[in-house]
């Protein structure tokens, strides 16, 4: 993540892992969700906070969840089923529940059909939110399989050359294990700036660079720019920009994320129907379907390993991977506690009153 | 394609489909190729050419083609076979053929295992070149199939902060079916630009933009620039350009080919084994065991149609979606021939006499 997006030092208050999870669990609980389901949740929202994906953990996310639930648009206790199934694929109907929770289980679904057929395949529609979805990713990476998820949503970025939105962020994550190297774990928005970004950045107060947003009449703002307050007077660009840099790149692989998770499906996009909630797909890949498990892991270690030591470009320290710094974070936040705003932590006091939980313990 | 890498009018040749279609097949043989094989690999050049991809068609590979027939690293009648095999998985070890030829048949065994258990992957190591992936990816669409197509090869690019190049411009293909619309299809590779871009690039006389490669040091180039004459004097930057343009989500996109094409053939990328040729992936969903098929073709049309039917940004005519303008190029094509660069048809002339066969017949 750009240094720009972290939580300024002055403003963090560390909370410890446990701590968060627990709370995070309560609250979902007191939305109606089940006990297991909450506790699935709180690990998901966590484990992306520990990761450093700030932008996609309780910061930014909960409380989102928080008013879906209270205006009835998330469904605490979905009744989601599989509408049509064959050796390799699934398709869930998720009835409404937060793909937070439901994605850990169709990622598991997809890996039972791997572990059979070599690989496994489920789509999901008529979802709430997946949470990181490198987090569903990296479920098969621990289970010796590579991962593969989608997401497609609501509708912000224009297509190339297009003055009005017509798709979502329509991020892809894959995860991979190594040996003894960190996971290979990427998760990205196929837009130049994941849309929750820009929610990171209205809080520490950063500014957009040249190519990730557009005026109201599609054209590309390509200067530093304020990070606009209110939706509708900024799109998204595809990752690229501009066409001379690639954006029919990002818009094509935002469609590819709308045709595996929405169409495959057998629904709309978002654009074609706003009731229509978020479309996920999740992919495992059975390496043992396809070569020796451990030697794979040997090959993953002698390509990150040199990925790693790359000698840098001048001005810059290090190369890194994708998935390194996330590890790194990771190992950082289970020991010192995970850095939250502290108007988070406000957030989460007057919610915890609210509720009648106990408040989030800080250190 | 911009247009600046188009060939100028002045310049063209136009040459009949069948013409192209014969004399290319008439090349192969010539190399040592059985005929069936040359017909299919003539087939996946024309049609590329056909498309108007001519980074990828006969103008820009053919000759390179030729050239490792000659030296002996490519294999004309390739012992190619599966290592490994489940119901939705192969892994073929392509014994040094050309995956132009070798790609169609690994798409064909994805689309028999799709039929099978739902969806199907081929991963392919030790080839040769694969033309433009988007054909074989096409060839599930042909088969109310969604196809996914991903190659990594050569070492050209950097890792975002990196000062030498660690990976390919490894290209990811997607096509899907429609009922009335033009089928999507998506194609590029996850550099900022193409490699084959700087060949065409050079024969036009067109110039670089910034953000597309990098000085020795991997420091990017931020100017428009003129085209490098020789490799190693440039390196090529991710899609993205630079890590706040989102470079490292181009970085990530190639590792992900990597992850298929490579790992998943139990072999190591280029950079850490020059001498074992390009490695591909190929994958076919069954749309039929995820939805109807007439109901996904078309949900597509609506999708498509709402693309193409976006208001355009001001300074441009009209959206396009992947795969729309190269349907479009075909029809011309196809009626008026397929527009070559003198200097290719001067090629063409010099290679028939040397092969002793019938020279490309023009328009």
Chains 1, 2 share one sequence.
Not at 55 to 66: D, E, F, I, K, Q
Not at 346 to 357: K, R
């Amino acid at each position: 993540m750009l240094e720009r997006f972290k939580v300024p030092a002055e403003d963090q208050v560390r909370v410890p892992e446990d701590s968060l999870r627990e709370t995070v669990g309560a609250i979902f609980e007191k939305m109606g969700v089940p006990a297991e389901d909450a506790a699935l949740g709180a690990d998901v929202l966590t484990s992306t906070d520990l990761r450093g994906v700030e932008t996609h953990g309780v910061s930014n996310m909960l409380r989102t969840y928080v008013g879906q639930y209270n205006q009835g648009t998330l469904n605490p206790r979905p009744n989601w089923r599989v509408t049509r199934e064959s050796p390799g694929t699934a398709v869930i109907d998720a009835d409404k529940g937060l793909a937070v929770i439901l994605g850990p289980k169709a990622m598991n679904m997809a890996i039972e059909k791997a572990r059979t057929v070599g690989v496994g395949i489920v789509t999901m529609f008529n979802a709430g939110h997946s949470g990181g979805i490198g987090h569903h990713a990296m479920l098969a990476a621990q289970q010796d399989m590579v991962g593969l998820v989608t997401t497609a949503a609501s509708v912000q970025v224009v297509p190339t050359f297009g003055a009005e939105p017509r798709l979502g962020t329509n991020p892809i994550a894959m995860a991979a294990p190594a040996k003894n190297e960190p996971p290979f774990l990427f998760d990205a928005a196929t837009s130049a700036v994941a849309g929750n970004k820009l929610g990171l950045a209205r809080r520490v107060n950063a500014n957009m660079e040249p190519g990730w947003i557009t005026q109201t009449d599609g054209t590309p703002i390509m200067e530093e720019w304020p990070v606009p307050e209110t939706r509708g007077t900024y799109f998204h660009l595809p990752l690229g920009g501009t066409r001379e840099m690639g954006s029919h790149k990002g818009y094509g692989l935002a469609m590819m994320t709308e045709i595996l998770g929405t169409f495959l499906s057998g629904v709309v996009p978002t654009v074609l129907d706003m009731n229509g909630g978020s479309k996920h797909s999740f992919t495992a890949y059975n390496i043992a379907a396809f070569t020796d498990v451990d030697d794979f892991k040997e090959k993953m270690d002698r390509m990150l390993q040199m990925l790693r030591e790359t000698p840098p470009a001048p001005g810059h320290d290090r190369v890194l991977y994708p998935g390194l710094s996330e590890y790194e974070e990771e190992q950082d936040r289970r020991a010192n506690g995970i850095p939250l705003h502290k108007e988070v932590i406000e957030w989460f006091s007057d919610i915890c009153g609210e509720l009648s939980i106990p408040t989030l313990r800080t250190m």
